[in-house]
């Protein structure tokens, strides 16, 4: 399969960026994978497997073991005998220094681990380079600081581990979706059976391995991968599960809320969104700009806290559509691992097609559909980065999470109707308030129910900082001392 | 890529219609009192005039400008120095860069010599390669401009004089005028003139723009480079602000630094002064261009300032009319990379010659 080029949206420049292309060959991609249960990788017991592919090119990069029913109970027994024999007993002065060391591994690897995440995933290296791959080492190095420090966490004297936790991830930002479960589970003393999504399994497994270059006693983390339906679903439902942490979708949020119900099992949610971008008219306008287009167009909008509402103040609504598109002229579509690529691959068909049938239900409903002039490849699963003008509150593009690269731009003329429109929603995980006024930005802040307000910026993350959701976004925090507590028993 | 003359605009520029007012009124930063225009008529050249006739009316327009957000501006600027130039595109930027430099020598010491020897390496930056295109100009201090006029003059590369009590600007209006008629007068095709910082910090933005607006007059067919000194404006709200004031008063290029305060042109202040002349551009049709100054040593970094420039205000600015590199060292560095480019080795840093 040839590799897709990558273009920028506009006609053609006097001055192209040549391919500058980063290197598969760091990574050693196995032709198989097996399950990563008690310290060692073994064939699924059915023999079960899949292939996983590069949304970029739709080209097979591995065949990737199901886990089967059977393979969950060995993963969570494993994990259960390390718990109460090794890891929970362990000094945390000891666990730190387990933790400290796959951060340091992650760093190290850092180059193997960005290239390995956008071959499976169709981000572009400059996002696994820059922030996925830089915030999962951070997010180790954090909570290794902790593991001896629980006593001081604020949860009383001796906080208690949960026990086993089961952690499903999604396919947006995998490894660093496993590092924020791994590492505060690890460090408050609890041992893991981690879900990677089935259409990104690879840098979780790659991950598996630096587990084991580290040395972490067999058992305290183990991958089990394969389909949501059939390992996602024995795990969460398996008794010796004392803890589910869950990121996805909020449809499946809600059959796993319905599921534990009385089982005893901790449960935190991190679910959808549909932040709210409000950018008023004192707003430091070229970096506001800068702030819509990272909100929405970051990991090509498959982020759950994406800005995919821009509530922008009537009065400079015109100017800033102009200025906006006019920026989306200068994106680069295409290989992920092209160094210029801003905008890369879809994850997979299915959320493809989703996203397409949303954008045309936007048509449908009347709200004026633009995308700057866009050469996709022809392989693989592209979508154009798209802007709607002229929708309402009303229409589903304003309401339902497309998960793409899809901006929908409504008005507002008050700060108060600012508010109430960005809360008019059944979530509540992230938002974006633009303006030069300080005591605005506090109160907005205080009034949006949203569980991250950025100010002025958008998409910021940080291990130090709790994220996590209101209403159907979900509960629980991961990150900060509050991501601590979502795995010790206070 | 032929070799244009530095002052006249490439011919495949075209200068878009001028704005009606309506449009002008429209796109005019949030904050420009509607009074304001309404007191003025016609295009938006008067509009512009009329601002300078009241320091009310200026302080609020100047005021009123979108802020910059620091955190956000230096994150963009950071962003853009993440673009990898290779090949084609590379060898393209390093030649695009040599004819941008300003070859500059001010220094106290400089000799007729050391301006003629600087002639000779701006005319023909590599004797040895007859490919590599002269700079757009040498920048040098006034006295010296009837010496480099000589040594360039059947050449294509202009000679710019800094003038107006350059680098401080600590002189009376008179003399720096006469600093400037006195470089025009010996044939300076451009003069670099520096603001009055403590006018602008102290808020008297009249006084900064009348300045602008009388040397530009003195300079009659020179072009005029308007030297913000950022490094002394210490915030992006101010550099934003000055480069309109700079603008208002008919620069021609507006410029970061004098190279004699650190720091000197760095990428957010690019990137901040390149985005007022795109909304400039927007708002009068004036294409006004941007130097950076000070501190750029090596090709890296002057590609950096590229890639801003091509993704700030397009491509239309990327030539010598519309954007300079005031440099010394950065052309042996730019030699020095293309021929790697070209030939796959690296030369030895005496394989140029010094300037």
Redesign the interface.
């Known amino acids: 399969m040839p590799a897709p080029t990558t273009t920028a949206c506009r006609d053609k420049m006097t001055w192209d960026y040549a391919p500058a292309l980063e290197s598969r060959a760091v990574v050693d991609i196995h032709s198989s994978y097996g399950l990563f249960i008690d310290g060692a990788f073994v064939e699924a017991s059915d023999g079960n497997a899949y292939k996983t592919e590069n949304p970029a090119t739709e080209e097979v990069l591995a065949d990737i073991a199901a886990a089967s029913p059977a393979d969950v109970d060995r993963a969570v027994e494993a994990a259960g005998r390390a718990q109460k024999s090794v890891w929970g007993p362990m000094p945390g002065t000891e666990r730190a220094k387990y933790l400290y060391r796959i951060a340091r591994i992650v760093q190290e690897r850092s180059r193997e681990l960005a290239v390995m995440e956008s071959l499976d995933n169709g981000k572009p290296i400059r996002e696994s380079r820059d922030v996925d791959v830089p915030l999962a080492a951070a997010h180790f190095f954090y909570y290794a600081g902790w593991a001896d420090k629980l006593d001081y966490a604020g949860f009383g004297p001796d906080p208690r581990p949960l026990g086993v936790a089961g952690q499903v991830i999604p396919w947006n930002f995998p490894l660093m979706m496993a590092a924020w479960k791994l590492a505060p589970a690890l460090a408050a003393g609890n041992t893991c059976v981690l879900k990677p999504a089935s259409t990104t399994p690879l840098s979780a497994l790659l991950l598996a391995e630096i587990i084991q270059q580290a040395d972490l006693p067999p058992g305290v983390v183990n991958v089990l991968t394969g389909a949501g339906s059939v390992a996602g679903a024995a795990l969460v439902a398996h008794p010796g599960i004392d803890k589910v942490a869950f990121t996805g979708s909020t449809e499946i949020g809600k059959d796993l809320q319905r599921a534990l119900a009385g089982t005893g099992k901790h449960l935190t949610l991190e679910l959808g969104g549909k932040a709210a971008n409000i950018v008023f008219d004192d707003a430091p306008l070229d970096q506001a700009i800068e702030g819509i287009v990272n909100g929405i167009f970051f990991n090509q909008g498959e982020v759950c806290c994406a800005g995919s509402r821009l509530l922008v103040q009537e009065s400079i609504a015109d100017l800033v559509v102009e200025k906006l598109k006019r920026r989306l002229g200068t994106l680069r579509v295409g290989d992920p691992l092209d160094k210029n690529t801003d905008l890369g691959a879809i994850n997979n068909a299915a959320q493809l097609e989703k996203i397409r049938s949303l954008a045309d239900e936007g048509e449908a409903e009347g709200a004026v559909r633009w995308s700057p002039p866009c050469e996709l490849p022809a392989h693989g699963y592209w979508f154009p980065p798209t802007v709607f003008t002229g929708v309402s509150q009303a229409h589903r593009i304003a309401q339902e999470e497309i998960f793409g690269p899809v901006l929908s731009v409504l008005t507002f003329r008050t700060p108060e109707e600012a508010v109430a429109k960005a809360n008019n929603t059944i979530y509540g995980l992230s938002a974006g308030v633009w303006t030069e006024k300080g005591s605005r930005i506090l109160w907005m802040a205080g009034q949006l129910r949203a569980g991250v307000v950025w100010a002025n910026s958008f998409n910021r993350f940080d291990p130090t900082s709790p994220f996590g959701g209101y209403r159907e976004s979900g509960f629980g925090r991961e990150g900060g001392r509050q991501g601590l507590g979502a795995y010790l028993d206070v | 890529m032929k070799n244009e003359s530095t002052t006249t605009v490439p011919s495949d520029v075209v200068a878009p219609d001028g704005l009606s007012l309506e449009k002008a009124r429209?796109?005019m930063p949030?904050g420009l009192n509607a009074s304001t225009l309404v007191g003025a008529s016609g295009s938006t050249a008067e509009m512009l005039a009329y601002l300078g006739r009241s320091e009310t009316e200026l302080r609020r327009f100047l005021h009123g400008l979108?802020?910059?957000?620091q955190?956000?501006?230096e994150?963009?600027a950071a962003s853009l120095a993440?673009?990898?130039?290779?090949?084609?595109?590379?060898l393209?930027?390093l030649e695009?860069a040599v004819r941008m430099v300003d070859l500059t020598t001010l220094e106290g010491a400089d000799t007729p010599g050391k301006v003629l020897s600087l002639c000779a390496k701006a005319r023909r930056p590599d004797p040895a390669d007859p490919t590599v295109p002269s700079v757009a100009a040498v920048c040098i201090y006034p006295d010296l401009v009837p010496v480099a006029k000589r040594a360039l003059a059947d050449s294509s590369v202009a000679v710019a004089a800094v003038a107006t009590a350059f680098p401080s600007g600590r002189a009376s209006l008179a003399v720096k005028l006469a600093d400037v008629r006195d470089a025009v007068m010996a044939g300076a095709d451009e003069v670099d003139m520096v603001i009055d910082r403590g006018a602008f910090l102290s808020g008297r933005y009249g006084l900064v723009l009348e300045e602008v607006q009388a040397v530009k007059e003195a300079c009659g067919r020179a072009h005029l480079k308007v030297i913000l000194e950022t490094g002394e404006l210490d915030t992006y709200d101010n550099v934003r602000r000055a480069s309109y004031l700079a603008m208002i008063g008919g620069a021609d290029f507006i410029k970061t630094s004098t190279g004699k305060v650190s720091p000197s042109a760095t990428l957010p202040v690019a990137l901040v002064m390149l985005?007022a002349v795109r909304d400039f551009a927007d708002l009068t049709g004036a294409r006004v261009g941007v130097k950076v100054a000070g501190g750029i040593r090596n090709a890296k970094d002057a590609i950096k300032y590229?890639v801003i420039v091509?993704?700030t205000v397009g491509?239309i600015w990327?030539n010598p009319a519309h954007f300079r590199f005031g440099a010394s060292s950065l052309l042996n560095d730019l030699l020095m990379q293309r021929s790697k480019q070209l030939t796959g080795v690296y030369a030895g840093s005496n394989d140029y010659s010094m300037s």
Do not use: C, F, Y
């Open positions: 429209h796109q949030i979108p802020g910059v957000d955190v956000g501006a994150a963009r993440t673009r990898s130039i290779k090949a084609s595109a590379k393209w930027a695009m985005e590229l091509n993704e491509e990327l």
